[in-house]
Each structure stands twice: as structure tokens, then as C-alpha cells.
């Protein structure tokens, strides 16, 4: 039984934590820790849900080549980022900017959830007045 | 019930309107389409090989002077293949220059469809690597820009382009820049 146990567990041994970016290497620590963040902050426009570092697609894989390459050539994350944001525009950025005209999206769910609460805390402290009597 | 509890009773029904009209028209978009950062600015660096001539590159000179498709294609793109008899006619009918780029594609594919169907292309670029098609900002073939006289980038397209799409989208465009 306990065999059956043990070959679960290896089921569990999940490959997808294997490092992609051991596919790519750079002569200094700085640079590999570079390509992973960017990596993860980029977004793949063919699967548009995925980071770079979470899609296959060729041109995921195009672009983490020329990531990886500007990095080797010196290029600093913020400049390889605004190179990408004028080929493809902001969307490639998988977090949107906080600029003042995102602030909605980023702030309105949380503005919309105490609106909310707070708008229902009145509804039941107004009807919690009214019943009691005069 | 007073009218001014009436009408209370009428905010949530405004603001779920409000909030049903957004989502009814974000249904209607295809929001994958991702809006290009090129429009109305120069165009991009402009050099691959020339498919035809490997020896020889392409420059983005090419553009000016007239109004310029630049088509995206590939062999292994069906829908790119798809729209394949529309640049004939687009090409016959001399109304713009129509310049291709195939983009990471089997040289020998290409050829031997060219030689197949036909060339309506007056140049075409060999972008093997991509990196071409990265300075353009492709994403998802086909990908059909219009370049004004000046090699401007005035318009992107991505998609098939049908009949229908030519008709109502590119050539009110095109006809604007001549």
C-alpha cells in the first residue's frame, strides 16, 4: 500500500516548476536576476493572460531571445522595457502603470466594494432605527 | 410611498444600466486586438533581406513617394494564404505600392508558393528571425499596415483581410492619402 502511496507522491514532483530561464545564460548573477523579473512583468500578446516567462509561444520565445540578448549587451531593464512598450505599446506590460489614467482600474474595485459595505452598514443601521419603537 | 422614496428606489437600477451598458459594449470588442503604438509616427527600421534576392536588403526608403500596404504574411499562416486573392487584385488595380514581409517562414515555402500562385507584391522581405516583425509590433498574422507618401504609419490591421473589410476600412483610408 505504501507503494501506492510513494508513486502518488511522485506525481506530485511538478515539472512545471522546472526553470525555464536555465535555457538562457548570463555571465553575471545581476543579469539572470534581470531576465527573470523582466520575464514576469512582461506580458505574451498571442496567450494574453501569460507572462513571457509562463508561455511557450514563438513569439514569447522571440522576444525572451532579445530580452536576453540586450541584457548580455548592457542594456538596463527600464530601457529593454521601453523598447518593447514602442514596438508593442503598454499592453505588453503585464501589470498596467499606475498613471492617472489607470487609477480607476486599479483603484475602482476597492472604491466599489467599500461603496458597498458602506451604503449596506447604512441600509441596516437606517432599518435598525426605525423599528424600534417610538 | 412619497415620489422622492420612488425615485430613490430607482439608483440602483441606473447604475446597473450604466454598469450593463459597458459590459454590453466591451462584448462587442475583440479585446486581443491590442491598439499599435506605430500609428502616426515614422516607420520603424526597415531592412531585411529581399526574398527574391537574398544579397540585396530592403530599406525603408521603399516607402516614400507613394501609399504603401505592407503585408505580414507567411506560408504557414492559412489565413494569410486566405487573403492571398485579394492582393492580387489590390495589386493589379496599381492603386498603392504592396510590399511584403514574410515573416519567419521556410525561404523554399515561400518561393514555391509565389511561384504558384502569383506575386503581388512589388517587394518582399525575408524576416527569418522575427526581429523584423518584432519592430513592427507583430503579434498575430496576418498584420496589414498603410504607410502614407511622407512613410508615415497611418493604419494597422490584424486579421483576414475580406472584401468587406477592404471596401468599408482600406480604401476610404487609402484614397484619403493619395
Redesign the interface.
Known sequence: MKYVFLLCGMLFINSTFANATDLYSFSTENQQRQFNTLIHELRCLVCQNQTLAESNAGLALDLKNQIASKLRLGFSSAQIKEYLIQRYGETILYMPPLSKHTWILWFGPFALLLGGCGSLIFCIVARGSEARPG | MTISRALKSFIPFIILSVIGFFLWQALGEDL?K?????INEST?EFSPPNLLNPKLQLNKKLFLGHVTLLNVWATWCSVCMSEYPIFMDIARSHLVSVVGLDY?DERTDALNWLHEHGNPFNEIGYDE???T????????IPETFIIDKQGVVRYKYVGKISRVVWEKTFLPKILALQ
Open positions: 486581443r491590442i491598439p499599435s503604438p506605430l520603424p519567419k528571425s522575427g526581429n516583425g518584432i519592430d513592427w509590433g507583430v503579434y498575430g
